[in-house]
Structures are given as C-alpha cells and as structure tokens.
C-alpha cells in the first residue's frame, strides 16, 4: 500500500524568523498521477523502474534519483532536468 509523502520545513533564513515550506517531490508527481486520471499502481508500471525504489520515492523516504527523473521524464513528459531539481 502507499503512504503518501508529507511535506517537510526547510528554514530559509534563521536571522529574520522565515521559513520557507518545501515539499517532498514525491507529492508534486502525486498531484499529476492524479491529474492524468491514472491509478498509482498503474503510474509505477509505466515508470518501469524498481517498485522498491519507487514505493520508497513516493513515500518520501528517498530523494529523486537519475533513474526516478529520466523515467519521469519519459512518463509525464518535462526534460531530465526539470526533474533534477528536485534533487
């Protein structure tokens, strides 16, 4: 089963007090799985990558990886490195 990825604080700048919240990539490719009306297990099949390491990406417990972002690429359609800015 999935578990959905929660989004994490990264402090922008601790001298003034503000804190930028950033989210896990994982929730953005969450957002467009959704969008094109696919489910998540039929997502990961068209991924062709270990289901391991997407499982683990989708949850949250892995950063975006070479062979996560060129089978994003391939699936959903931006360029690699649209998606390696998320690493």
Same mark, same amino acid.
Request: proline content about 5%; aromatic content about 10%; overall charge neutral.
């Given at each position: 089963? #999935?578990? !959905?990825?929660?989004?994490?604080?990264?402090?922008?700048? !601790? *001298? *003034?007090?503000? !804190?930028?919240?950033?989210?896990?990539? *994982?929730?953005?490719?969450?957002r467009? +799985?959704?969008?094109?009306?696919?489910?998540r297990?039929? #997502?990961?099949?068209?991924?062709? +990558?270990?289901?391991?390491?997407?499982?683990?990406?989708?949850?949250?417990?892995?950063?975006?990886?070479?062979? +996560?972002?060129a089978?994003?690429?391939?699936? +959903?359609?931006?360029?690699?490195? #649209?998606?390696?800015?998320?690493?």
């Open positions: 089963e #999935f578990r !959905t990825a929660k989004p994490f604080e990264e402090r922008q700048n !601790t *001298s *003034s007090k503000i !804190t930028k919240i950033r989210e896990h990539p *994982s929730l953005h490719v969450l467009l +799985i959704e969008a094109k009306g696919l489910s297990e039929r #997502f990961k099949e068209l991924m062709n +990558i270990d289901p391991l390491e997407f499982d683990e990406f989708m949850a949250a417990n892995s950063q975006m990886t070479p062979d +996560i972002a089978a994003l690429s391939r699936v +959903i359609g931006n360029d690699l490195k #649209f998606w390696m800015r998320y690493k």
